[in-house]
Nanobody, 116 residues
Framework: QVQLAESGGGLVQPGGSLRLSCAAS????????MGWYRQAPGKQRELVAG????????SYIDSVKGRFTISRDNAKKMVYLQMNSLKPEDTAVYYC?????????WGEGTLVTVSS
């Protein structure tokens, strides 16, 4: 059974940084396309960043380009989201997602709060 566990969320001041991690288990990790989504209160869940199975294709939502970096370590079955220059509007629950063929798995989420 595929399991994803996010960590690294917390409270940070505007302009600060956080690094989110997602540990995968119960799966052969390398074929999966991975993504970080977020859902702010009262808003729909949105895809923040995605990375292909081999790591060569990466995409970001416009609002985080130049501030966030997604990466993966297939040997460790890990996906990361480095978040710099955080803004209050980045406040949300961040979810790790794994997709491969008909498999679509989600983690429980980690809360990121950007506030002074």
């Amino acid at each position: 059974q595929v399991q994803l566990a996010e960590s690294g969320g917390g409270l940070v001041q505007p302009g600060g940084s956080l690094r989110l991690s997602c540990a995968a288990s119960g799966m052969t990790f390398s074929p999966y396309n991975m993504g970080w989504y977020r859902q702010a209160p009262g808003k729909q869940r949105e895809l923040v960043a995605g990375i292909s199975s081999g790591g060569r294709s990466i995409s970001y939502i416009d609002s985080v380009k130049g501030r966030f970096t997604i990466s993966r370590d297939n040997a460790k079955k890990m996906v990361y989201l480095q978040m710099n220059s955080l803004k209050p509007e980045d406040t949300a629950v961040y979810y790790c997602n794994a997709k491969f063929r008909d498999m679509d798995a989600w983690g429980e989420g980690t809360l990121v709060t950007v506030s002074s």
